[in-house]
């Protein structure tokens, strides 16, 4: 039989509402530190685990939340997870982890995100519109990172400037072949890549993957180059795709830097950790989970609060990869 609130309120001799205080984390001036710490510590070594449809129905919330991310393969995203799993542990809640397809997209409603119902749902990086418009929701969404919705809360990143300084980077020894290499939906990277390109007199190249995973990029330039020849230089849509784009050209015996400069983007560590580390643009991915959960938080407890909406800023990390 599964322990109960009652349980532990027998075997410590006190009533069950204050056990129940006590776990739901009710802050109670007439409950002691020190039958706090008891009813922690029975419930601990009892072995009791709370009913999260009871703890519902009661108080009309479920203390979960779900977190959408675009791809679950990705480290990128995997570190989002980590730096909102601590946010939403520290609190009480619970996290449901659901991976947003581009291809089929979601299907929303609070039934359907993940199978629970959520008290609200932050979502990373939604490259298209959804069916159903995410302010329309019956729980309080909050949209993070590069891709974001302005119709609800928002913690956005700009890489417009960082973007900048990537080209200005890669083309200040003069004209020279600089490649993209990305998905084929433009974006502020897309963009600002083939402005500069153009500016400078130069014609965009673009090396496009299906995919984001690195074993499909490493075969992808390996082919690519055996095409076209090699690139000066090659801006990446994100750092799984310099490390593919890396692993490629080391394969064809291509030197990084001296015979083409590589740049990524997102910032995760592996980048630090090839024999040639990589520049990538780097995403403030913890400030962006903080605010997330602040604004999350905020607007689970007052939905009338205005819209909270902060966009910002990459950053440019230049390493060996792409030092001349």
Known sequence: MPVTIRDIARQLGVSHTTVSRVLNSKQDTFISQG????????AQEMGYYPNRLARALAGGRTHMITLWINETHAPFYGRMVYYFQQHVWENNY?????AYSGETGLLLGSSEVS??????????DLLRSMGTPLSALPMPVVTLGVFYDPSVDYVGVDLNAA????????????P???A??????????????????????LEPEYIIVPNGLRACTRSVVRDYVKAHGCPEAIFCHNDD????????????GIRIPDDVA???????????YLDTPISTVAQPSEEMCRLGWEYLKRRMADPSLPLQQTVLQARLVIRESSRR
């Open 241 to 252: 795709g310099a490390i593919g784009a890396y692993r490629g050209l080391r394969d064809l």
């Open 94 to 98: 619970e996290m449901v982890i659901s």
């Open 115 to 124: 199978g629970w119902p959520s008290d609200g749902i932050i979502a990373v």
């Open 262 to 272: 590589l740049v990524g983007c997102d910032g995760i560590e592996d980048t630090e």
């Open 176 to 178: 020279r072949r600089v």
């Open 35 to 42: 039958t706090r710490e008891r009813v922690l510590t029975a």
């Open 180 to 201: 993209y290499l990305g998905i084929a939906e433009p974006d502020q990277r897309h963009s600002i890549y083939t402005r500069a390109v153009r500016e400078a007199g």
């Open 163 to 174: 973007a900048t300084e990537v080209m200005s980077h890669l083309l200040e020894p003069g």
